[in-house]
T-cell receptor, first 113, second 116 residues
């Protein structure tokens, strides 16, 4: 069936470095993508989203890139901080009246001070 | 974003019993969902909670095992029935406001269930 997956299950970076978390999706009809951050013991927290009519969107210290040709999504975190340590999930939906999210496997980001 | 609370935050239950989890939102929302997150894994959608009608279940989930209520636009419950250790998971509710630019889902803090 359709799935959303991640290339790297774990990522360890030094404080101050930039982080890149990747995600592949297989549903060519996907038109809305979200990145969530989940800290230990908490629910997923919305970080940033992007629609399929865009290829880049920037937020505060975060950028999401979408390559529809190869069905690839990435989350870039600038100047990574210890507070960024968490599991990051990509999720996608077909949009429209279908709000059902399909989640990727998750990447554990560890920021070393 | 909406403020979402869940009760209980965690519980330890005996095999064969049932647990009802509550999800409360601080404002009216169109869509409410229930997810399961098994230990160390990603989130899987259980069902969409429909206000005033039966929930819509995903493949692999049935109403007899996971009955859901949604009496109004700010509240929903999920019951995990006849529990077994395999039901040990985090159960999360999420909400979305229907609309072209507001279909992002926001999640509650989760209910951590351990079944002995």
């Amino acid at each position: 069936g359709e799935s959303v997956g991640l290339h790297l299950p774990t990522l360890s970076v030094q404080e101050g470095d930039n982080s890149i978390i990747n995600c592949a999706y297989s549903n060519s009809a996907s038109d809305y993508f979200i990145w969530y951050k989940q800290e230990s013991g908490k629910g997923p927290q919305f970080i940033i989203d992007i629609r399929s009519n865009m290829d880049k969107r920037q937020g505060q210290r975060v950028t999401v890139l979408l390559n529809k040709t190869v069905k690839h999504l990435s989350l870039q975190i600038a100047a990574t901080q210890p507070g960024d340590s968490a599991v990051y999930f990509c999720a996608e939906t077909g949009g429209g009246s279908n709000y059902k999210l399909t989640f990727g496997k998750g990447t554990l980001l560890t920021v070393n001070p | 974003s909406a403020v979402i609370s869940q009760k209980p935050s965690r519980d330890i239950c005996q095999r064969g019993t049932s647990l009802t989890i509550q999800c409360q939102v601080d404002s009216q929302v169109t869509m409410m969902f229930w997810y399961r997150q098994q230990p160390g894994q990603s989130l899987t959608l259980i069902a969409t909670a429909n206000q005033g009608s039966e929930a819509t279940y995903e493949s692999g989930f049935v109403i007899d095992k996971f009955p859901i209520s949604r009496p109004n636009l700010t509240f929903s419950t999920l019951t995990v029935s006849n529990m077994s250790p395999e039901d040990s998971s985090i159960y999360l509710c999420s909400v979305a406001r229907q609309g072209a630019s507001t279909d992002t889902q926001y999640f509650g803090p989760g209910t951590r269930l351990t079944v002995l």
